[in-house]
């Protein structure tokens, strides 16, 4: 009887302590913070680039940012800055981004057959991997990674674009914790 008084406040009590649970699980943790650097490319033509990244805690996930600017041979200069807000889905593991808002509200992932990136991230040891994919015109794909590995002082970066099966450009670089 009296473990049957018990029952709502055991209930009540896993229901306020799962949130801690899951911070202890939290897989991408160690990556929060704030980073930046250079990076080059080595496939393609040679381009200096300089990079901020940030990753932030988020519920059932984490918010992914990051800006590049580009120094061209020609000396222009590209600019761009993105941020995806990822979260959990029902495989272990693989985070699904939200790059939209639904209908109500919610982040979602964009759509490819319309030309969108699909986009995903996982954990792979010290390493946070982002896939992106993107169906082309003609039914052909487009494979960006970005492996984003854990080091003593910040973050190496590496990226590379596939395109039908083809390298189409790898960019290495190291970033720096704030």
Do not use: C
């Not at 899951?22 to 650097?37: R, T, V, W």
């Not at 000396?75 to 272990?92: E, M, N, V």
């Amino acid at each position: 009887m009296y473990a049957l008084r018990l029952l709502p406040f055991l209930s009540l009590l896993t229901l306020l302590l799962a949130p801690l649970q899951a911070n202890a699980e939290d897989p991408f943790k160690p990556f929060y913070g704030e980073y930046s650097g250079q990076a080059v490319t080595s496939v393609g033509e040679v381009e200096k680039r300089e990079l901020d990244v940030s990753i932030s805690p988020l519920r059932r996930g984490f918010t992914l940012g990051w800006s590049t600017t580009v120094h061209r041979a020609s000396g222009k200069i590209k600019q761009a800055k993105f941020s995806i807000d990822f979260k959990s889905t029902q495989r272990d593991g693989v985070f699904s981004s939200g790059m939209r808002n639904g209908k109500f509200g919610n982040k979602i992932p964009l759509d490819p057959l319309n030309g969108d990136p699909f986009v995903w991230a996982t954990v792979s040891g010290k390493t946070l991997v982002v896939n992106s994919l993107l169906v082309l015109e003609d039914g052909g794909y487009e494979m960006q990674t970005y492996k984003r590995t854990l080091t003593a002082t910040g973050l190496d970066l590496q990226f590379s674009r596939v395109r039908n099966g083809k390298n189409l450009k790898l960019i290495e670089g190291m970033l720096t914790r704030k």
